[in-house]
């Protein structure tokens, strides 16, 4: 992607081409980062209000405005004052969101999707079925029982499945645990 | 629970709300006996989250999604063709700028919890933003509001300049506090509006609900507390305080609904304040008309050569649009 200055100053000019790459570039992760608070549908339409706002007033944006950092922000004050999706159910979960936060609210984490390709590579190691019972063991609404019942296993069978999986991820990913999970590791301690 | 074990089934099933109450308080306590056991669910916590945005977002169909866009932009300006001259009022006050000064900027992450957030408007302009804590603040024209707090101090602190009204999120432990020149306002929950009148050195701070301590900065000694529905004048040259009581209080913040209402007011007062929104010079040619008082209400989006109009119907003066300016002068 070309600086700030120069996207700020195609789009003012109107340059349709230099507006489509952009919405290549942001639009899924900001749907991605979206969907920390809303789930998909409201996501998308957030997003998609957002880059709609951005054409319509592309005259008045100012070159040295970063537009990562606007697209952004507006995508997440949209985002919190929309429903909230994630109900901090007590203060573990509190603690875990709070020592990741900084990590999670960061665009570079969205924008170079580093950690979620090697995710994607860890997860093609598996056996299929280990992948795709882990994968809808968070699908929403999705139980155990329920994922058992879909797949025609035991419960066990799943448990095992997203038990084995989730070693193997902690072991593909341990070079990216970041300075953070230190952070959580000795509070308190 | 004899056969409960924790490993990787059992604190994943945790984080995905699966698991019984003293299955839940197990884990729990797990949780707190050691870093090592901190660490190991936070990073199995990560681990989710990242699935959870891999799952959310693997349907999205991006060209699909710019299609849409594009239809609705095109429909959208032939819509606006028609209403465009009404809107250019409303056009200035909807830029919103909110830009993030430090954070996704910064690199390093000591960078990243020491730099604000800031939140600002132009003239004309007014925003809405949600500060970090979860406090929603809304400015109005010309004004700044710096939020400064890193997630693990317990201080909020915040410098403004301008009008701002608050709704600070509730948190006992951690105060929040309001700088704007010389005046320290501490609250801990609440709802408030600030108002800078710099060329008359005064502050007013107008609350809501809740409780508020009000101070010189760092003298807080002498600080008063204001209940709801009173006003405090702060002189920022002599550091005067004046507490009164206020009924009409939910009028200070007439203007985040873009509401003007004036009551007896001056002509002069009612001057001042068309200045503050609209980017265009009134001036008296008769400096008796700037005692005459009106009362009435209007929105920002109006326009102030609708308002003038209506201030006119009165008979009481005349006025001309002069390039830029306008001139008020007597019948």
């Known amino acids: 992607m070309q600086d700030n200055r120069t996207i700020v ?23 991605t980062y979206a969907t920390r608070f809303v789930t998909l549908d409201r996501a998308e339409e957030l997003v998609q209000d957002t880059m709609m706002w951005l054409w319509e007033h592309r005259t008045t944006l100012l070159p040295e405005m970063p537009l990562k950092s606007l697209l952004f922000t507006i995508v997440k004050n949209k985002s919190i004052n929309s429903a909230s999706r994630h109900t901090v159910r007590n203060r573990i979960f509190r603690e875990l969101a709070q020592t990741c936060e900084e990590e999670f609210d960061d665009p570079d984490f969205y924008l170079e999707g580093e950690l979620m ?19 809808m063991h968070r699908l929403e609404g999705m139980t155990h029982r329920e994922i058992a019942a879909a797949l025609h296993v035991s419960p066990q069978t799943v448990n095992y499945r997203i038990g084995q999986t989730v070693r193997l991820l902690r072991e593909e990913l341990r070079e990216y645990w970041p300075l953070i999970a230190l952070v959580l590791g000795s509070r308190l301690s | 629970m004899a056969d409960f074990e924790i490993n990787e089934e059992t604190l994943a099933a945790y984080l995905s709300g699966e698991l019984d109450a003293e299955q839940r308080a197990a884990v729990e306590a797990w949780y707190d006996a050691s870093p090592a056991n901190r660490r190991r669910l936070g990073e199995i916590y990560r681990l989710l989250y990242l699935n959870d945005r891999i799952n959310d977002t693997a349907r999205i169909d991006v060209e699909k999604a710019y299609e849409n866009c594009r239809t609705r932009l095109r429909e959208r300006s032939r819509r606006s063709m028609w209403i465009r001259s009404l809107k250019r009022v409303t056009a200035a006050a909807a830029v919103v700028v909110v830009l993030l000064a430090g954070g996704w900027m910064a690199r390093s992450s000591v960078e990243r919890l020491t730099q604000p957030v800031v939140v600002y408007t132009q003239v004309g302009e007014r925003s809405q933003a949600v500060l970090p804590d979860g406090t929603k603040v809304w400015l109005n024209s010309s004004s700044r509001v710096e939020y400064a707090a890193s997630f693990f101090s317990r201080k909020r602190r915040v410098k403004m300049e301008g009008e701002a009204y608050f709704e600070v999120a509730h948190d ?20 408030f509006n600030i108002r800078n009148d710099e060329d008359k050195h005064l502050i007013t701070t107008v609350l809501l609900e809740g409780s508020v301590e009000a101070s010189a900065t760092d003298e807080r000694g002498s600080a008063l507390r204001l209940r709801p529905s009173q006003q405090l004048l702060f002189d920022t040259d002599t550091k005067n305080m004046q507490l009164t009581d206020i009924p009409t209080a939910e009028r200070s913040i007439n203007w985040i609904y873009g509401r003007f209402s004036f009551e007896h007011n001056t002509l002069e007062e009612i001057v001042e304040e068309l200045n503050r929104y609209y980017n265009v010079d009134i001036h008296f040619k008769d400096d008796a008309l700037r005692q005459l008082r009106f009362s009435g209400d209007f929105q920002v989006e109006d326009g102030i050569y609708h308002i003038m109009s209506v201030l006119q119907l009165t008979y009481k003066f005349n006025y001309r649009i002069v390039d830029n300016d306008i001139e008020i002068y007597a019948n």
């Open chain 1, 9 to 31: 100053r195609l789009l003012r000019a109107g340059d349709e081409d230099c507006y489509h790459a952009l919405f290549r570039r942001y639009y899924k992760p900001l749907c």
């Open chain 1, 117 to 135: 390709r090697r995710l994607n590579e860890a997860l093609d190691k598996l056996p299929a079925e280990f992948r795709q019972t882990f994968r």
């Open chain 2, 172 to 191: 006992r432990h951690a105060p929040f506090v309001v700088t704007t020149n010389g005046l320290d306002i501490r609250v801990l929950g609440t709802r």
